[in-house]
């Protein structure tokens, strides 16, 4: 496969290519009518849907691109130090003690200057070979503004006609051996949480949690998961969906509302892409799939972003959590 122009629109999502943006919405209802739409939302809710003129299976040419070159790790600033953060945490700590929240994810942005967007097919390739993930999107779209390589492995959404699911991931390890009892109660909370939040759009009876602390292999690491799913309610779609559901629940906190309080109260920097989502929507076929924007390099005004966070509950240690944000991003930013 020849690769695309970098001024060009394309993705590669969903295991398919899709090139030639005809079509720029923020409209969520798009996602009901017709065609293939590459899907960007961010963490504070700003929602990209681009139609795709040309869609083809993407093979596996990605893998073979071209090395890519990443910044020094000396040259990554982080909008929240090590000092910081730990002390973000205790903060967290104390809003638990006071009754306030049962649970905040605590990110930092971390940034290296990079002049113009990158190449794409080389970072989106160099994860592909390093740090493969189940979810991985790459996203060329400079008529909005993104440019993004992910390598997620946290499933947001997946919906197939009526029938959605969630998969949040909570509890990291290096080995399984690391993960603890606060890891599984942390899980087990924000099951609660996506349970809750598909309950407003889902048919009376139909959310149930098929899989509960599941441990999954990732490249450097281990990660909980559980699976919660529904059936949607008639006049319910994509809009109502992403109503209902977003921000994400396992990068949020809990009760979510106090989660996103404290959280504009403790990160100096909106999150963006990062931990929002990435994915696709083939809304000819009703189906569609929506990654955590985690594990995800996005591009803007010469700055190359990653972000890294943890899950703060009662129980964590503001070191450990700093640690964990660390194992995160240590493997992405070895990829070449």
Not at 22 to 45: C, I, K, N, Q, R
Not at 133 to 140: E, G, H, I, K, Q
Not at 228 to 233: G, I, Q, S
Not at 243 to 258: E, L
Request: net charge negative.
């Amino acid at each position: 496969m020849t690769p695309p122009d970098t001024a060009s629109d394309w993705a590669i999502v969903g295991g398919r290519l899709a090139t030639g943006c005809v079509d720029l919405t923020s409209d969520p209802g798009a996602l009901d009518t017709s065609g293939f739409w590459v899907v960007v939302m961010t963490f504070e809710g700003a929602l990209t849907c681009a139609r795709m003129g040309n869609v083809v299976p993407a093979g596996s040419d990605l893998a073979s691109a071209p090395p890519w070159s990443m910044p020094a790790r000396t040259d990554w600033d982080t909008s929240l130090g090590r000092d910081a953060y730990v002390a973000g945490v205790g903060a967290i700590r104390d809003r638990i003690a006071a009754g306030d929240v049962y649970q905040v994810n605590l990110c930092r942005l971390m940034s290296a200057p990079l002049a113009s967007p990158p190449d794409l097919w080389s970072l989106g390739g160099a994860l592909a070979r390093g740090n493969p993930a189940p979810l991985a999107a790459t996203v060329n779209l400079p008529a909005a503004g993104l440019h993004i390589a992910s390598a997620s492995p946290e499933l947001f959404l997946r919906r197939d006609g009526d029938a959605v699911a969630s998969a949040p991931i909570k509890g990291t390890g290096r080995t399984a051996a690391d993960l603890t009892d606060k890891d599984a109660a942390e899980n087990v909370m924000i099951v609660d949480l996506v349970r809750n939040d598909l309950a407003r759009v889902a048919r009376p009876g139909s959310v149930e949690v098929p899989g509960l602390l599941r441990v999954e292999e990732h490249p450097g690491l281990v990660h909980l998961v559980s699976t919660v799913t529904a059936r949607l309610r008639p006049g319910c779609g994509w809009a109502e969906l992403l109503a209902a559901a977003s921000p994400p629940g396992s990068v949020s906190g809990a009760p979510k509302s106090s989660a996103l309080r404290i959280i504009g109260e403790l990160e100096p920097e909106p999150r963006g892409v990062y931990c929002g989502a990435v994915g696709w929507v083939d809304a000819d076929r009703r189906r569609g799939a929506l990654a955590v924007g985690i594990r995800t390099f996005t591009w803007a005004d010469g700055r190359l972003l990653l972000g890294t966070g943890a899950g703060i509950t009662w129980g964590s240690d503001p070191a450990q959590e700093w640690d964990e944000t660390e194992l995160k991003v240590g493997r992405l930013l070895e990829v070449r």
